[in-house]
């Protein structure tokens, strides 16, 4: 199988999600699944993980994050994926947030592509 990006190197992991994310500077999870998947000791410093859908990562991958970025907070807290359930049980708090995804374009812009990243960790600066 050729690649469509050739300078990407492609790793198969299988089921060793640990492996997927090791060493790292992007991750993304994108899963119906409501189960923490991800660990916060399997990210890199620096990393930049994008959350897509449900509950996919432990509590402590949010709190070890420098900024939480959401697509639209009061949306997600009325959602079933981590941010929301760690709203729900007072985990998180309003103050937590660092701002929203639409801020993050030009001049307060929505980005020209829709994503609906809510978790991003260390040097990300909006």
Not at 37 to 44: E, F, G, R
Not at 94 to 112: F, N, V
């Amino acid at each position: 199988m050729s690649p469509i990006l050739p300078d990407v190197e492609i790793i198969a992991t299988q089921t060793d999600l640990e492996l997927a994310v090791e060493d790292v500077e992007v991750i993304v999870t994108a899963t119906s699944l409501h189960a923490p998947l991800l660990k916060a000791v399997w990210m890199k410093p620096g990393a930049v993980y994008s959350h897509v859908d449900g509950w996919e990562d432990e509590y402590a991958v949010a709190k070890q994050c420098d900024k939480i970025v959401c697509d639209d907070w009061e949306s997600v807290t009325h959602r079933t994926q981590t941010l929301s359930c760690m709203y729900k049980d007072g985990e998180l708090t309003d103050a937590d947030i660092h701002g929203a995804l639409s801020a993050l374009g030009p001049k307060g812009e929505r980005p020209p592509i829709h994503w609906s990243i809510t978790t991003l960790s260390s040097d990300f600066s909006a």
